[in-house]
């Protein structure tokens, strides 16, 4: 079935500092894949869609500058979070969606950032 | 209003018992419907897609009622490994975007 990798699984990192977390498409390839956060007793709560080849479109509220994605491959999302802030702190999933199927919508295992 | 609804519960059933949890859809062109199941700091998995006609997958049977807008999952002879949250999903009209509910979580008791 299809695999989605993220990684890393989880990520302490200091204030002010930049955080990478990679998404991988296994043995399909990802048109589209979708980056959530997740807070505590709370739903995934989508912050962004990334296309391969061009820019992502990111949700109301969410600010892009501070949430970098780059897709530059059928294979391959990055979501970097820039100069991190203890409210960042949360459980990150990205989500894959391959081609040919409107079906399949494959997860990450997630990444728990701690900011501190 | 929220675009997919779901009663948070928590829903605490003794083993054997059967549950039902409902969510509710606003955009009436969704295209495409689903339950996943999430355990505590894992990611989503998912159970089962839903479609008009009913399906069943062992002790799961999900509904959908487009004209109500209204999904339902119906869980029997729950057992102990049950206990997660339940996830409704929805696709929106072009199935290009993917909506959690908040969850219903249930815990399942001996």
């Known amino acids: 079935g299809a695999v989605v990798s993220q990684h890393p699984s989880w990520v302490i990192c200091k204030s002010g500092t930049s955080v990478k977390i990679e998404c991988r498409s296994l043995?399909?390839?990802?048109?589209?894949m979708f980056w959530y956060r997740q807070f505590p007793k709370q739903s995934l709560m989508l912050m962004a869609t990334?296309?391969?080849?061009?820019?992502?479109?990111?949700e109301q509220g969410v600010e892009k500058d501070k949430f970098l994605i780059n897709h530059a491959s059928l294979t391959l999302s990055t979501l970097t979070v820039t100069s991190a802030h203890p409210e960042d702190s949360s459980f990150y999933i990205c989500?894959?969606?391959?081609?040919?199927?409107?079906?399949?919508?494959?997860f990450g295992s997630g990444t728990r950032l701690t900011v501190v | 209003r929220k675009e997919v609804e779901q009663d948070p519960g928590p829903f605490n059933v003794p083993e054997g018992a059967t549950v039902a949890f409902n969510c509710t859809y606003s955009?009436?062109?969704?295209?495409?419907f689903f339950w996943y199941r999430q355990d505590c700091r894992k990611e989503p998995k998912l159970l089962m897609s839903?479609?008009?006609s009913g399906n069943e997958d062992g002790r799961f049977t999900a509904q959908l009622n487009r004209a109500s807008q209204y999904i339902s999952l119906l869980i029997r002879d729950s057992k102990l490994s049950d206990s997660a949250t339940y996830l409704c999903?929805?696709?929106?009209?072009?199935?290009?975007?993917?909506?959690f509910g908040s969850g219903t979580r249930l815990s399942i008791r001996p």
């Open positions: 989500s894959a969606r391959g081609t040919g199927s409107a079906y399949g919508y494959t």
């Open positions: 043995d399909f390839q990802a048109t589209t």
């Open positions: 990334s296309n391969e080849g061009s820019k992502a479109t990111y």
């Open positions: 955009n009436s062109a969704s295209q495409s």
């Open positions: 839903v479609y008009s």
């Open positions: 999903v929805v696709t929106d009209s072009s199935a290009s975007k993917i909506i």
